[in-house]
Structures are given as C-alpha cells and as structure tokens.
C-alpha cells in the first residue's frame, strides 16, 4: 500500500516537473500505444473490403451464463492472408476478452492452438481463412473434455505420450567422451517425418477409435515410438521393451486403418504408414521359425 | 479447474459429412461385413429347413428345396436384393484387399483412390449383374 501512495505523488511530481523516470515513460508509452489501438480498432473494421463471421464455442463453469455450452459470433474484418488465429485474437482483444484458447508461437511449431474449425481438427495458425467456407465455426479439440471455451484437458493425451518411454537407451555409448553418436543418413531419412510431430494432439482428436477406447495409445504415441523404435541407435533391449508396450491390448492393434490422423496431422506425419509398419515390426518379433 | 464438460461421442456420426475417403471405407466395410454375416445365417437357416427326403417328389421336381428356391425367385423383391448381395460382397472383397494392402504398407499414398476404384468397380459388377438377375422379371 505505502509503495503505491507513494508511486502516486511520485507521478504528480514529475509530470509537474516534466522530469521522466524511465519506468514512468514507459507507462505512458504503453498507454499512449492503447489508445491509439483503441482509437483504431473501429477504423479497422472499416477499413476491410470484407467481414467474416466467426462462430466459436463458448463454455466456462464459472460462470452461470456460460455453464451450458454455446456458441457466440463474432464478426471480424478479413484481410489478405488472414489466419483462423489471427481471427481468434481479434475477437478477444476487441469484443471479448474472456474468450480463452491456447495460442504461442503462431508458426505452426508450439503445437497449442489444434482446433476444430468448419469441422475439421486444423492448427488455427496454419489455417488460412480464405480456404474454409463462411462462416467459420470454430470448436474445441473433440473427444477431450473441454476446461474453459476452446481449451481442452490435455492431461490424457500427455499421459499417452508418456507411455511409449520416449528416450533414448542406447546399448553402447560411444567409447570416447564426448564422441557423437552417429546414424546413416538414410537411417535419419527413414524417421525424419516421424520428428516432426508438435504433440498437438489433433490426430488423437479425429481416431475414431481413441474415441471409443480411452486406453488406446493413439496415433501421436504409437509415432512417437515409431521415431525411436526405428533409430538405429536405439538399443536392442529398450527397442524389445517398447514393441512389448505396442502389441498390447491396447496397442498398435486397435488401429482400424481409417486414415482419419494422416488427414489431419498438420505436419503431414504418415501416421498410418509408421502404425502399419510397428504392426508388421511386432508380429515379426513373436514369430520366429528361423 | 471446477469442472470440464464432456462433449461425448456422438458428434461422430453428426460429422459423416467431414468423414474422409478412409473413414468412408471403414463404415462401409464394417456394414457390408454384418450384411454379409447376417445373410449367411438367414442362407442356412432357410436352406437347412427346406430340405424334404422324398424321392419321388425329387423325381418330379416337386420336393420342398426346389419349391422353396423357385417361390423365392419369382419374387422381384429377391431378385434385387440379390443385386444388392453382390455388390456388397463384391466391395468387401476388393476392400478386403485394399485392406490386406494397407496392411503389408503398399500404396498407402493412394488408399483413397484404391477406395473409390473399389466402389466404382462394384458400381460396374452390379450394372453388369443386372440382366441375369432381372432377366425375364418384368
């Protein structure tokens, strides 16, 4: 309280005195900066030569209004190579600023911001609002139990991941310090896609089957292991361990083929090609007539 | 974190028309499965109890079996169901082998267009049936 009061007569002082603190300019930058974003807000609307209507799903247990789920509109001004995300933080930042979604990197790199837009589970950031029909609807991730309007649990599919032991356990290490450790090229080629994944959680999202059984890997995790069940420099014993993990019950196996993740992966992951090929690597293991 | 809400699974089915050419075969491979599964029952149920063991009837083309088989056959109802047995048959097989594909890792690139090959060589199997099966109905 007293560093306030005093910040206060502090402030009366130098715009008295005209003598700025460094903190104190930057405050009335920042201030300066919001109201002009203020002031230019309705231009901006204005200004485009198009509005594109949003329709977002709305839910949020704290608040009565909003306890039962809804969708609200948002309308927003387009402009060329406008992205669904782009649109979500208008929306926030100029009608509603309760609106709640994960969103970091806005590259399509982080991984947080896998929604389900016109239907379909999309990167919000990658998905160019010029390519979607109008009005775009805009969802949380389905089959994940929604926490607060596009913010969905994400503590399951983590859990998934988890289960597949993503690390490494090499058999030998090299035999100097700090020696690399090497792999062929083609080798690095075979898994190259396969790293590529954001852990966005969008095929898990869309299988059909992950749906129905929750203690079913899902695609993201099976690749994941396919990433390191395929690295030569993976050990033997730990590669054995893993294709054990795989052949489960609820492993590789309920995999149906349906192709729904290799649709949505936004990192074009052939997710079906790499369960496909752990299935065949894990019947290889148990049968042996040589 | 107070609660969450479970949208459930149903939007699965609300959402056929986002369903991909893979997600398209697999519900059509699963129901033509069950046409076939219980078609195969109702074929022994109905074959097994028309069966009649008096020679002289056989001789005169009169037994149970023959009569059975011929009444069902002057129905035009039967006769278009057996169009649709076909083609049911027809796509699960050459899905079947799409599947078998998919399973051995060949083509999974083209799995859509092995899809839609699949139905429009069952199209063209059930326009080539029609004649047989509907000779001399109308």
Redesign the interface.
């Known amino acids: 309280m007293s560093t306030q009061v005093t910040e206060k007569s502090d402030e009366k002082e130098e715009a008295e005195s005209t003598e700025q603190s460094p903190g104190e300019r930057r405050r009335e930058e920042k201030a300066k900066r919001q109201q002009e974003k203020e002031a230019e807000t309705p231009e901006l609307i204005d200004e485009a030569d198009e509005t594109v209507e949003l329709k977002i799903f709305r839910?949020d247990?704290?608040v009565p209004d909003k306890e039962e789920?809804r969708f609200d509109s948002f309308t927003v001004p387009y402009f060329e190579g406008m992205t669904v995300l782009d649109g979500l933080i208008y929306s926030r930042d100029n009608y509603d600023s309760s609106l709640t979604f994960r969103h970091s990197c806005r590259q399509a790199v982080c991984g947080s911001d896998a929604l389900l837009i016109n239907?379909?589970q999309r990167l919000a950031c990658k998905t160019q609002m010029v390519d979607l029909e109008w009005p775009i609807r805009v969802e949380?991730l389905?089959?994940q139990?929604?926490?607060k309007d596009l913010v969905v649990?994400m503590e399951h599919f983590y859990e998934q991941m988890n289960a597949v032991e993503p690390y490494f356990d090499p058999d030998e290490l090299p035999e100097e310090d700090r020696e690399e450790q090497k792999q062929r090229p083609e080798n690095r080629e075979k898994i190259k896609l396969s790293t590529r994944c954001i852990w966005c959680g969008a095929c898990m999202s869309s299988c059909?089957v992950a749906?129905?059984d929750n203690e079913y890997l899902g695609p993201a995790a099976i690749n994941k292991a396919y990433r390191f069940a395929m690295d030569e420099r993976e050990g033997g014993d730990k590669k054995e361990d893993r294709l054990r993990i795989l052949e489960q019950e609820h492993g590789v196996w309920r995999c149906?083929?349906?192709?729904?993740c290799?649709?949505v992966c936004p990192k074009d992951i052939?997710l079906?090609?790499h369960i496909?090929?752990l299935?065949?690597e894990a019947v290889k293991s148990n049968l042996k007539f040589w | 974190m107070s609660s969450t809400y479970d949208r459930g699974t149903v939007e699965n089915f609300g959402r056929w028309r986002e369903f991909s050419a893979g997600m398209w075969a697999w519900v059509l491979h699963k129901f033509t499965g069950w046409i076939l599964i219980g078609y195969l029952f109702t074929h022994i149920a109905v074959l097994s109890t028309a069966t009649g063991v008096d020679q002289a009837m056989v001789e005169a083309n009169e037994d149970i079996y023959t009569n059975t088989l011929q009444d069902l056959e002057e129905l035009v109802i039967v006769r278009f169901l057996e169009i649709g047995l076909l083609s049911v048959a027809v796509f699960h097989i050459l899905n079947g082998i799409r599947l078998l594909m998919v399973d051995l890792g060949v083509g999974l690139e083209s799995q859509d267009k092995s899809f839609y090959g699949s139905l429009a060589l069952t199209a063209v199997i059930a326009v080539a049936s029609i004649p047989t099966f509907l000779g001399g109905v109308f």
């Open positions: 839910f247990p704290e789920p239907g379909t949380p389905p089959h139990d929604v926490v649990d059909n749906a129905g149906q083929t349906q192709f729904s290799t649709e052939p079906t090609e496909q090929e299935k065949r």
